[in-house]
Nanobody, 124 residues
Framework: AVYLEESGGGPVQAGESLRLSCTIS????????LGWFRQAPEKEREGVAA????????SYADSVKGRFTISRDRSDNILYLQMHSLNPEDTAVYYC?????????????????WGKGIQVTVSP
């Protein structure tokens, strides 16, 4: 079974930084896509960032470009999302996700496996 578990969330002040981690287990594929998504209160879930197995595809939502960075530790099967200059609009539940297909897009329906999500709250 594939398991994804997010960690590193919590409350922060506007302008601060936070790093989310996602530990992935039971997931082995030569080609894959890993991503971060988020859902703010009363809004639909949206893509934040995605990275392909060979780093050939890396994509960010316009709202986070220049502030967030997606990366991963291949040896430990951990996906990261480094977030800088956080603002209240970044408040959401953040989910990591994985697909056994190569990334071509940052879309929710391209993902197969999901973590349970972790709350990030940014205060003014």
């Amino acid at each position: 079974a594939v398991y994804l578990e997010e960690s590193g969330g919590g409350p922060v002040q506007a302008g601060e930084s936070l790093r989310l981690s996602c530990t992935i287990s039971g997931f082995y594929n030569n080609n894959y896509c890993l991503g971060w998504f988020r859902q703010a209160p009363e809004k639909e879930r949206e893509g934040v960032a995605a990275i392909s197995s060979d780093d050939g595809f890396i994509s960010y939502a316009d709202s986070v470009k220049g502030r967030f960075t997606i990366s991963r530790d291949r040896s430990d099967n951990i996906l990261y999302l480094q977030m800088h200059s956080l603002n209240p609009e970044d408040t959401a539940v953040y989910y990591c996700a994985a697909s056994r297909q190569y990334c071509y897009t940052l879309r929710e329906d391209a993902m197969e496996y999901w973590g349970k999500g972790i709350q990030v709250t940014v205060s003014p």
